[in-house]
T-cell receptor
Framework: ETGVTQTPRHLVMGMTNKKSLKCEQHLGHNAMYWYKQSAKKPLELMFVYNFKEQTENNSVPSRFSPECPNSSHLFLHLHTLQPEDSALYLC????????????FGNGTRLTVT | AQSVTQLDSHVSVSEGTPVLLRCNYSSSYSPSLFWYVQHPNKGLQLLLKYTSAATLVKGINGFEAEFKKSETSFHLTKPSAHMSDAAEYFCVVSEAQGAGGTSYGKLTFGQGTILTVHP
């Protein structure tokens, strides 16, 4: 148990579908993150929420839409994705303050057909 | 701007022999540094962290890393490899974003080093 739970673990969707990824943390952290991990590429930071406010959007296409209703929950809404969006999507959380490590969930393996 | 370079994309060792995974970093400020491990189809697990205290940092599963400012390095070592150590390892540098009590770490990940352990 990592303290950060992501659902679903696997998702297959067509390019016209709408789906959502969910992340929940029980660690009392105030910052939450979405990362994309593709084969043979470094982890890409997508979004950061700090105290429920979005503080980072790393030039992510609008077909990815994050939502952070409270400090414990983070969603990533997906619509009209492309096959190149297939990847492992990782959620993480951290405490505030310099040097606070990120705690990661096990990720959602997304396949876009 | 911060960056991190993992010098080897693949490292192969025999079980029971030492492990060395190399990492160099660049940072404008005094950074925090981390090593994470990722087993197949899993998220990233924190192995150890350096945050300007002791330069030799001990982590979980017998791993340790030494912060060398003069060499801008943060290499990960383990005296004796175990089969369960086979995984991908990421060196990470972090600088604080925001201010005061609301700051958080903005992480930059290395490309990763895949460790293979042979029986």
């Amino acid at each position: 148990e990592t303290g950060v739970t992501q659902t679903p673990r696997h998702l297959v969707m067509g390019m016209t579908n709408k789906k959502s990824l969910k992340c929940e943390q029980h660690l009392g952290h105030n910052a939450m993150y979405w990362y994309k991990q593709s084969a043979k590429k470094p982890l890409e930071l997508m979004f950061v929420y700090n105290f429920k406010e979005q503080t980072e959007n790393n030039s992510v296409p609008s077909r990815f839409s994050p939502e952070c209703p409270n400090s414990s929950h983070l969603f990533l809404h997906l619509h009209t994705l492309q096959p190149e969006d297939s990847a492992l999507y990782l959620c993480a959380s951290s405490q505030t303050g310099l040097g606070s490590p990120l705690h990661f969930g096990n990720g959602t393996r997304l396949t876009v057909t | 701007a911060q960056s991190v370079t993992q010098l080897d994309s693949h490292v192969s060792v025999s079980e029971g022999t030492p492990v060395l995974l190399r990492c160099n970093y660049s940072s404008s400020y005094s950074p925090s540094l981390f090593w994470y491990v990722q087993h197949p189809n899993k998220g990233l697990q924190l192995l150890l962290k350096y945050t300007s205290a002791a330069t030799l940092v001990k982590g979980i599963n017998g791993f340790e890393a030494e912060f060398k400012k003069s060499e801008t390095s943060f290499h990960l070592t383990k005296p004796s490899a175990h089969m369960s150590d086979a995984a991908e390892y990421f060196c990470v540098v972090s600088e604080a974003q925001g201010a005061g009590g609301t700051s958080y770490g903005k992480l930059t990940f290395g490309q990763g080093t895949i460790l293979t352990v042979h029986p």
